[in-house]
């Protein structure tokens, strides 16, 4: 089992930029797929990035590309999501998550799920 638990949410304006981590206690940090979604009130949580267990591979929700990145840093247990040209739409509670299948895009194909930080943009 693994524990997550993220920081770095906040409020910011409308373009600026945030980073949000992810510190990881528990198991081996590296048997993990790591991904970051986002639920806005009222709405599904969705994926926004994923990142494999040693970092060569990202994917991302189209709505971010370009603008988040998702660092991992093995040595520090700590999985990254760098948010730059925030917009407004990207207010949400941020939740990382950790799974075992690479390429992963849906709530279910991720076992661990941290408690969530909130992000508000405004405009």
């Known amino acids: 089992q693994v524990q997550l638990v993220e920081s770095g949410g906040g409020l910011v304006q409308a373009g600026c930029s945030l980073r949000l981590s992810c510190a990881a206690s528990g198991r081996t940090f590296t048997m993990y797929v790591m991904g970051w979604f986002r639920q806005a009130p009222w709405q599904e949580r969705e994926f926004v990035a994923g990142?494999?267990?040693?970092?060569?591979?990202?994917w991302y929700v189209d709505s971010v590309k370009g603008r988040f990145t998702i660092p991992r840093d093995n040595g520090k247990n700590t999985v990254y999501l760098q948010m730059s040209s925030l917009k407004p739409e990207d207010t949400a509670v941020y939740y990382c998550?950790?799974?075992?299948?690479?390429?992963?895009?849906?709530?279910?194909?991720?076992?661990?799920w941290g408690q969530g930080t909130q992000v508000t943009v405004s405009s």
């Open positions: 998550a950790a799974g075992t299948a690479e390429g992963g895009v849906v709530k279910d194909r991720y076992d661990y």
């Open positions: 990142i494999s267990r040693g970092g060569t591979r990202t």
